[in-house]
């Protein structure tokens, strides 16, 4: 396809936000379906079910769906409408990726850690134990795994979606803060049916797509946001026990909100539903400056 024949790269994200969450309900019937079938369920006592009850095995074939469904739908666009590569959008594996990888992991357990000793410290959180000292070690470690076997493919999913495809022809159309503010917006706004969600969550999670904008921005690659965004969301719910963005999750330590601290703690929603989810932001766009500085000068 010649270049000057194609759409403009507005009118491609724009199709992309329509084509990109109907592909995800699609994925996510089929799972549903497909995992009753074999597990001669029905789907009037599914439907019924809140999310956190639901069977660990069909979240994480419903996951998997929507990250295939994901990756089908924006290679299609990449090769169709914008005459490139999938890899293009972030997935070469030069020279230092790896080391990106572990940057990203580390930031996340920063920041989570973070949070988690300002507010135990300032009294908004309390520890009430470790997770194996209620259930049987190993299935604790089990649940560990299949939280990482959720949590990657959501952070890849994301990442491949709005710091792949839509921020990048965004740019290409209107230029880097544009497109990193747009982008991000509707990052935050996709995430408005959360439950237990606010206007403060919905802006917090906005500031968070800006964050994770700049760890593609500094490298020109996915592998940095990607690894941050699962490190953020894992030791978030998995280990210290936050809910993530509005979902509950079991961590490796027990903790319980205070109600008092809910705007600073984003209660119910978690950290991305506070001021502390905001405060740790700003922090990962200074240590990833930091970062970017020190890996210009090496």
Known sequence: ????DRLHPAWRVALYLIAYPL???AANVAAVIVYLSIAHGSL???AL?????LPLGLKLVSILATLAATLL???LFCRFLDGRSFASLGFQRRRGWLREVAFGLALGLVLMGGIFLVEWGCGWLAFEGFAWRSAPLGGVLLSLLAHIAFFAPAAIEEEVAFRGYVLQNLREGWGIVPA???SSAIFGLFHSLNPHVSPLALADIALGGVVFSCAYLATGSLWLPMAFHFAWNFFQGPVFGFPVSGIAVEGLLATRVARAGALITGGPFGPEGGLAGIGANLAGLALLWLWARRSAEN
């Open 1 to 4: 396809m010649c270049i000057r």
């Open 23 to 25: 592909s995800m309900m």
């Open 44 to 46: 009037s006592e599914f």
């Open 49 to 53: 079910q809140p999310e956190r009850a």
């Open 73 to 75: 739908v924006t290679y």
């Open 180 to 182: 990193v503010l747009l």
